[in-house]
């Protein structure tokens, strides 16, 4: 409060990007967050919508590597001595980086593809192995449901 008009003046601010000021909804001073200032706690709601990641058309996601397969000594080595010998005899151009990158990047996925394979499955789906007990289950809730009504 202004101490001669004794009018209310919001003297703290809420930062936010220009683009999320529509999401501001409420913004309110607390009065009983003193602390010897003139300053006030500001409490700020906000609608907040999180676009989900875009998946871009046409690529598609690079499958995940078996790495545990790499604790295997004879696997680990097999996987190091086919990498070493395809980088040896693979020429990399100094002029273009991001297609030397680009290029060796594929080099290594493929290499460790074909040495480790892609992971497998971690969760078994659960009705493969209790399918006839479900099926008895359903079966016998079918049939008391139809006595009952």
Partial sequence: MHPHSKHWHLIDYVIVRKRDRQDVRVTKAMCSAECWTDHRLI????????????????????????TWKLKVPNIKQSFVDTLESHLESTMMNDHDVEAAWEKLCEMVYAIAMD???PTA?????????????????????????REHH
């Fill in 43 to 66: 409490v700020c709601k906000l609608k907040i919508c999180v676009q989900p990641k875009r998946c871009l058309q046409g690529m598609k996601t690079p499958r995940r590597l078996n």
């Fill in 115 to 117: 040495s480790l394979g």
């Fill in 121 to 145: 499955r971690k969760h078994k789906d659960w009705l493969d192995e209790n399918c006839t007990e479900i099926q008895q289950l359903l079966v016998e809730k079918g049939r008391v449901y």
